[in-house]
């Protein structure tokens, strides 16, 4: 998914690990297209810009296609970073400049490293009625955020942990088989479903920091609640972790990691690490794509879209610097 917003900040980001429950609150970004679809933004925020390295999470839906339109976003880059996608229901076409042509479906993820740089279109098919998932991106450390860009997929198997049930789709927990895909940071990720009224315990990495989306449902991570669509965050130092579901079923992402511990920038769909940096980004996408002057550039091309790729936002007036 690309990051729509009209004049996104440039942001500089460094984890800030805490001791207790952080409870934050989504914002209503609308992705444009004719009837807006919106989404849920919960990282970054001002209160916090990374979980581990998981640095962007955007909740949507459940949506009825039909009022909203659904999801149409044409080509549009991205750079030093991972992208994994993750259904709730209906489907998503994906297409992106390394050959990748691939269906997003609930509980398969699709997961596309960028690396030094890559450009994807996502739509919704056109048999889609409900559209509900969660868009995540993952920030790549700085040893390794020039990899030639690749695409993978892969189907967890539902895991049941006492009274829950886990698809683990990035990393592993709580005994899971290690998911396939490939990560480049100690990372965590999975749909966590709980009846209503049960409680689970999770075993986890005491280096990493978590969050929890509430998706359907209500949740108490340890002793404090957390809304739907709020993000329930905990910082490193215990080895456990207990979530206990209101009086309705409960659905939810865990999403962990170890503290990342590098400042990033982020702008529009582009993380690098300087100002002047992202400006290049945008230069060579604005050229070389949306120009149409070199099909062979840091972006590739999308093979199969039929139409003109996602012109970048214009950069903020002034240079911006590092948050402290
Ligand atoms: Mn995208």
Redesign the pocket.
Known sequence: ???LEVEPDELVADAQPEASIQVLEPREVPLGGPRAMTVRRTLPQRARSLIGAWCFVDHYGPDDVADTGGMT?PP?P?TGLQ?VSWLFEGEVEHRDSTGAHAMVRPGEVNL?TAGSGIQ?S?VSTPETRRLHGA?LWVALPDRDRHVAPFFEHAEPAPLPVGDATLRVFVGELAGSAPSPVRTFTGLVGAQLDLPAGASVDLPVNPHFEHGLLVDAGTALLDHTEIPRDHLGYRGPGRDSLRVTAGDAPLRALLLGGEPLGEPIVMWW?FIGRDHDEIVAFREQWQGEVVGGADAHGRFGRVEGWNGSALPAPVLPTVRLKPRD
Do not use: F, G, I, R
Request: hydrophobic letters at 25%; a negative charge.
């Open positions: 998914m690309s990051n976003v549009h991205h992208t596309m994807h996502e868009q769909n």
